[in-house]
């Protein structure tokens, strides 16, 4: 049985990640997993961040999923903090809380910084990283490794795999009976 306390940490350097970061949550209630969401700044919180690997360390976390956008470093200094496994996921900027006309609303490399800034952490503090944007995945991922230890995910795993099979055949049928252009005419519209 799934315990009825977080097994996952989901962390973000700032509240404009969330509109990502959502997308692992989404999938971890999805598959029934609690979760303890915060915010998390390696740079505008320094100290916090390593109080935060303590607490995940003490109420016994198996993931902590970290989200990040621009120089990215949470994912790498929680890594550095700690011995749970990180799931990265690299965030590309687009602040909301800056002035509309901003030219700093996106971070100058569309997402590129923070994915290099996760993904290549140097040997030793190692942090399981996913696309830009790709929060969902870090959620998928992060029930996959505690299918290790609880095994009703597994099966929940296998169903969540035969649903994208059958959504795809159903696409395909779809398409394969209406012809391409009425299938992107309908679907696209
Ligand atoms: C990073 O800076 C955060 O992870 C966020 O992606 C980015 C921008 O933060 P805000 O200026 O929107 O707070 O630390």
Do not use: C, W
Not at 45 to 59: C, F, G, Q, S
Not at 120 to 128: D, K, L, Q, T
Not at 158 to 174: G, I, M, N, T
Request: charged share 25%; net charge positive; proline share 4%.
């Amino acid at each position: 049985m799934l315990p009825k306390k977080p097994l996952v940490g989901i962390i973000m350097g700032s509240s404009s990640d969330s509109k990502i970061m959502h997308n692992a949550a989404k999938i971890l209630d999805d598959f029934g997993i609690i979760h303890e969401d915060q915010i998390v700044s390696a740079h505008r919180t320094p100290t916090r961040l390593e109080e935060y690997a303590k607490h995940a360390e003490k109420n016994q976390f198996r993931v902590i999923i970290a989200g990040a956008g621009g120089s990215a470093h949470l994912p790498g200094m929680i890594a550095s903090h700690t011995i749970i496994p990180v799931i990265g996921v690299p965030i590309m900027v687009y602040n909301d809380k800056s002035d509309k006309k901003s030219e700093f609303k996106f971070s100058a490399f569309g997402g590129m910084d923070s994915l290099l800034s996760i993904v290549e952490m140097p040997n030793g503090s190692p942090v399981a990283t996913v696309g830009v944007n790709k929060a969902a995945n870090a959620g998928l991922y992060a029930a996959k490794i505690l299918a290790a230890e609880f095994t009703e995910l597994k099966s929940k795993l296998k169903r969540f795999k035969e649903k994208q099979h059958q959504s795809v055949l159903a696409e395909s049928d779809d398409l394969k009976k209406n012809g391409l252009s009425k299938f992107v005419q309908k679907k696209f519209k």
